[in-house]
């Protein structure tokens, strides 16, 4: 992902996020879309709050997630990306 395009947004106003309806998932695609979202939370929580929203969301599909959630995902990771450099104190008034 270090090389990915980066997002101005976690995830634009096109994303919408449905149940997966499919049964019978990978369950290691599924682990894995746990930890990212993880990594996502702790994120967050320690210095990126202005994502927060997006992640909680996604957090709501951990138990069968699909392509559509797995992509909004690496969307927020590529927003990550591209804000690396920004500092985001919610405290401060600009």
Request: aromatic content about 8%.
């Amino acid at each position: 992902m270090e090389n990915a395009n980066a997002m101005s947004t976690p995830n634009g106003p096109t994303c919408t996020l449905e149940e997966n309806k499919e049964t019978g998932g990978d369950i290691l695609t599924s682990q894995d879309y746990v930890t990212a979202v993880g990594k996502l939370l702790y994120a967050a929580h320690m210095t990126h709050p202005n994502i927060l929203y997006a992640v909680i969301i996604l957090t709501q599909f951990t138990k069968n997630p699909s392509v559509t959630h797995r992509t909004a995902v690496k969307n927020i990771f590529r927003y990550l990306n591209g804000t690396m450099n920004h500092i985001f104190t919610p405290w401060r008034r600009h």
